[in-house]
Antibody, heavy 119, light 107 residues
Framework: EVHLVESGGGLVQPGGSLRLSCAAAGFTLSDHYMDWVRQAPGKGLEWVGR??????????EYAASVKGRFTVSRDDSKSSLYLQMNSLETEDTAVYYCARSYNWKIDYWGRGTLVTVSS | DIQMTQSPSSLSASVGDRVTITCRASQSIFNYLNWYRQKPGEAPQLLIYVASSLQTGVPTRFSGSGSGTDFTLTISSLQPEDFATYYC?????????FGGGTKVEIK
């Protein structure tokens, strides 16, 4: 059974940094594109970024709102995905979901981890 | 970026009702359109992928249709667990984009 478990969320001051982790189980991480999606309190879903596979040369892509501040990375040997978030802004406050992509769909989601950016 | 517009933003319905939600893309996305249900306090759950394919384990009361720019999610007979928020999402190109959501409430 596929499981995705996020960790690393918490309270951080504006301008600070945070690193989220996602532990994957029940499938081979190296076979899949992986996404981060966030949801601000009471708001809709926003795609944050993506890590592709070795076949796609491990390229990463980002939403314009986080490009240059956030970095997605992965360690297939540890079945883990990461999101390094720098220069955090209050608008980055959200639940961050780790999600698996497969054949043009996001088919599994973690439960999410809450990031609060506030002074 | 491809903009996704859902309508309505909310609706009230009763158990057993037939419900239809629409989603429009700002350009053709062929059939690269997915639908998700999100219950309060939970992660989204994939219902329909590539416009009309039912995800494994999802009840057959859910169906999807459309291609190009206009898509529809239909729930044939609303059940208590279907009172939730529904999102469409295009997977044609990055950045992946979602519709604003449709909240289905109890009448």
């Amino acid at each position: 059974e596929v499981h995705l478990v996020e960790s690393g969320g918490g309270l951080v001051q504006p301008g600070g940094s945070l690193r989220l982790s996602c532990a994957a189980a029940g499938f081979t991480l190296s076979d899949h594109y992986m996404d981060w999606v966030r949801q601000a309190p009471g708001k809709g879903l926003e795609w944050v970024g993506r890590s592709t596979t070795k076949d796609a040369r491990y390229t990463t892509e980002y939403a314009a709102s986080v490009k240059g501040r956030f970095t997605v990375s992965r360690d297939d040997s540890k079945s883990s995905l990461y999101l390094q978030m720098n220069s955090l802004e209050t608008e980055d406050t959200a639940v961050y979901y780790c999600a698996r992509s497969y054949n043009w769909k996001i088919d599994y989601w973690g439960r999410g981890t809450l990031v609060t950016v506030s002074s | 970026d491809i903009q996704m517009t859902q309508s309505p933003s909310s609706l009230s319905a009763s158990v057993g009702d037939r419900v239809t939600i629409t989603c429009r893309a700002s350009q053709s996305i062929f059939n690269y359109l997915n639908w998700y249900r999100q219950k309060p306090g939970e992660a989204p759950q994939l219902l329909i992928y590539v416009a009309s394919s039912l995800q494994t384990g999802v009840p057959t009361r859910f169906s999807g249709s459309g291609s190009g720019t206009d898509f529809t999610l239909t729930i044939s007979s609303l059940q208590p667990e279907d009172f939730a928020t529904y999102y469409c999402q295009q997977s044609y190109s990055t950045p992946l984009t979602f519709g604003g959501g449709t909240k289905v409430e109890i009448k």
